[in-house]
């Protein structure tokens, strides 16, 4: 299986973008490190509006719905699952019970919202450096690839799949891949301390749903993905705007 079908497959699993016929998933699987080439994609895309739009309100509303459309909303789906799982009262169990039912509650609705907001908030005072958002959808993939990585399950499923297929060192190359960020035109500082609070982030994500649920399963990692971009559009806010 060959890496040009490991990209395929990531883009079919990830996107809703046309990346030809049905890839060979397996070939994914066993480079989930892959996960930050579809940020960048994804990123490019979608800060497109922030550049021929001149309202930055406007521009941020779009391309933050743009993000959500070309992932098909998988990883907002997961960040509204969390978030009726942090708001159960009870056992572990309980917990587990309202972060995989299919219903959505008032947890959720309100993790939602609010993440939506900060990284709205947030990309739009940063609207005058589009980059920022390139860098925010690669992290947050990264963040998926380690949680991939590192995520033991707590039940069957797609993520179990990928983690029995994954290896420790994942981590390894899906945060170097990274590296091309401090290329772009901002202070490497700036981006350096951007991407370490998106590790951190993804760290409390880890233990928080290790210690609340007793592992990590697909909605776990697509919230991280809603989650850790809001973390870095919000770092740059601190920095620079």
């Not at 699987?29 to 922030?50: E, F, N, Q």
């Not at 499923?157 to 899906?174: D, M, Q, T």
Request: hydrophobic share 60%.
């Amino acid at each position: 299986m060959s890496l040009f079908e490991g990209v395929r497959a990531l883009l079919q699993f990830s996107t809703i973008l046309p990346a030809g016929r049905s890839a060979d998933f397996e070939a994914f699987a066993k480079r989930s490190y892959l996960y930050p080439l579809a940020g960048y994609l994804i990123g490019a895309v979608s800060l497109l509006p922030l550049f021929v739009i001149p309202n930055p309100l406007a521009g941020a509303a779009l391309s933050i719905g743009l993000l959500l459309f070309l992932s098909g909303c998988n990883h907002f789906d997961g960040l509204l699952d969390l978030g009726d799982g942090l708001m159960a009262h009870g056992s572990r169990e309980i917990r587990i019970r309202a972060l995989t039912d299919r219903q959505i509650g008032a947890g959720g609705v309100a993790m939602g919202v609010t993440i939506t907001l900060i990284s709205f908030g947030s990309l739009s005072a940063l609207a005058a450096i589009p980059a920022v958002l390139l860098i925010a959808e690669v992290a947050s993939k990264a963040s998926m690839a380690t949680l991939t990585a590192l995520g033991a399950p707590f039940r069957d499923g797609i993520h179990s799949f990928l983690y029995e297929r994954a290896r420790w060192w994942f981590v390894i190359p899906a945060w170097l891949l990274a590296l091309p960020l401090f290329l772009l035109s901002l202070p490497w500082m700036a981006v350096a301390v951007a991407l370490g609070a998106a590790v951190s982030a993804t760290g409390i994500l880890l233990v928080g749903a290790r210690r609340l649920f007793g592992g990590i399963n697909g909605d776990l990692v697509g919230a991280s993905n809603e989650i850790v971009r809001a973390v870095v559009l919000l770092t740059f806010v601190i920095m620079l705007a």
